[in-house]
Structure formats: structure tokens, C-alpha cells
């Protein structure tokens, strides 16, 4: 039985003891391949220039309606699209009443252990 994948960790970093890179396994690398998908700009990606949740792009724009709508779309798009081992239950995008920005939560299950399983990343909008 798999333990689920497995590979370098997001953000890449080097172990301070070994000097070697760590590897990160299953449900935890699961987690930041989705927040690496949705930071990570369409077109970046050479080989996969639709890949992306595309969160960065969104600098500047009006922090309305019409913006969280959009943000929420596109993040369940790249999830159902780019990363076959989650199954998504919901999108939900909601900004902070203190600074006025915005937060996308993802909840999910994940193979191998499908257990429950949130995300929460900024999502960068103006308060215009």
C-alpha cells in the first residue's frame, strides 16, 4: 500500500543537519502541491502553460464581489484540473473585516487517507 507521493517540499529549503534536501510525504505534500498550484501563475510553467491557480494576478483588483467570484472559479478549476488526488468539496472565498483582504479556503479529501482537509492562502486584492 502507498503512503501517498512523495517529493521535495514547498517552499524548497535544504535540512540545516544533513545538508541534504528533505523529502515530504503524503497527506502533508499533498498540501503543498495545492498551495503551490494555486500560487503559481499561468505560464510559468513552460511545459504546462495553463497550470496555475493564478492568485497574483489578482493585485490591485477591486475587492468586490465580482473579484471573489472569480477567484473562486479559478482555484476550483486548477484543483479539478491539476491534482488528480484531491477530491474538492468546496471553494469558499472571504475577506478579512480587520484588513480587508481576501482568503480562499479549500476543504478536500485526499488519497491515500482520505481524511478531511483544509487550505487557507491570501489572495491579493485592493479595498477599492
Given amino acids: 500500500m502507498s503512503d501517498g507521493p512523495t517529493g521535495f517540499p514547498f517552499p524548497f529549503r535544504i535540512d540545516p543537519v544533513t545538508g541534504g534536501v528533505p523529502l515530504v510525504r503524503g497527506r502533508d505534500k499533498i498540501r503543498q502541491n495545492v498551495v503551490h498550484l494555486l500560487l503559481v501563475e499561468p505560464g510559468e510553467r513552460v511545459m504546462k502553460r495553463d497550470y496555475g491557480g493564478g492568485l497574483r494576478s489578482l493585485v490591485g483588483d477591486p475587492n468586490n464581489e465580482a473579484l471573489r467570484a472569480i477567484v473562486q472559479r479559478q482555484l476550483d478549476h486548477a484543483i479539478r484540473r491539476y491534482e488528480p488526488q484531491v477530491e474538492l468539496h468546496q471553494v469558499t ?3 478579512e473585516t ?3 483582504l481576501l482568503w480562499a479556503e479549500l476543504s ?3 488519497r491515500p487517507d482520505l481524511l478531511p482537509t483544509s487550505v487557507r492562502v491570501p489572495v491579493a486584492g485592493s479595498t477599492a
Fill in 108 to 110: 478536500y479529501t485526499a
Fill in 98 to 100: 480587520v484588513e480587508g
Fill in 93 to 95: 472565498v472571504r475577506q
